[in-house]
T-cell receptor, first 112, second 112 residues
Framework: DGGITQSPKYLFRKEGQNVTLSCEQN?????MYWYRQDPGQGLRLIYY???????QKGDIAEGYSVSREKKESFPLTVTSAQKNPTAFYLC???????????FGSGTRLTVV | DAKTTQPNSMESNEEEPVHLPCNHS???????IHWYRQLPSQGPEYVIH???SNVNNRMASLAIAEDRKSSTLILHRATLRDAAVYYC?????????????FGKGTKLTVNP
């Protein structure tokens, strides 16, 4: 079955360390997205990519970086510059003509 | 900022219909109305979307006002598994804006 796989499900990081969250899709979707969710809040867009080798900043891109070298993959790096990285991170993908987004099951990052 | 307005919370009894409202007074002619729901510690799940006409699928129905400034998601018989946060979102059907903006949504509680 097609879908989006995020790994790992839980991640712990020490302060000052960079960490990379994985997102892979086999839906042949052109666009991919990263969102951050804090407790009791909605989703906020970090970065998005509409085609390979191209991506745009979302509303809260500071302290994060991405790459889109393959259509199937859109990894997110949380850098040490991100002051409050503890959150639930969600990856999504879509095709413009299909309308809906498909989300992964999320990665919960905790800074210890 | 989110372009939709939803009540923070609603409550329903099991096996009764639920009507979840959404206001989107600034909707443009090419905006599709999307609904997603999110269970605790999971990624959002697509529910339904529409442009002008009412829409039905196996999960729910979407009733869109004639002026398109509001819509209602209808769950015909609520079950305990329908307890979730429901998000109403506008998406540009021309693909000009790929930034799906989430508000805080409506938290639906279903009582047994």
């Amino acid at each position: 079955d097609g879908g989006i796989t995020q790994s790992p499900k839980y991640l712990f990081r020490k302060e000052g360390q960079n960490v990379t969250l994985s997102c892979e899709q086999n839906l042949n979707h052109d666009a991919m997205y990263w969102y951050r969710q804090d407790p009791g809040q909605g989703l906020r867009l970090i970065y998005y990519s509409q085609i390979v080798n191209d991506f745009q900043k979302g509303d809260i891109a500071e302290g994060y970086s991405v790459s889109r070298e393959k259509k199937e993959s859109f990894p997110l790096t949380v850098t040490s510059a991100q002051k409050n990285p503890t959150a639930f991170y969600l990856c999504a993908s879509s095709n413009r003509d299909r309308g809906s987004y498909t989300f992964g099951s999320g990665t919960r990052l905790t800074v210890v | 900022d989110a372009k939709t307005t939803q009540p923070n919370s609603m409550e329903s009894n099991e096996e009764e219909p639920v009507h979840l409202p959404c206001n989107h007074s600034t909707i443009s002619g090419t905006d599709y109305i999307h609904w997603y729901r999110q269970l605790p510690s999971q990624g959002p799940e697509y529910v339904i979307h529409g442009l002008t006409s009412n829409v039905n699928n196996r999960m729910a129905s979407l009733a869109i006002a004639e002026d398109r400034k509001s819509s209602t998601l209808i769950l015909h018989r609520a079950t305990l598994r329908d307890a979730a946060v429901y998000y109403c979102i506008l998406r540009d059907g021309q693909g000009g804006s790929e930034k799906l903006v989430f508000g805080k949504g409506t938290k639906l509680t279903v009582n047994p």
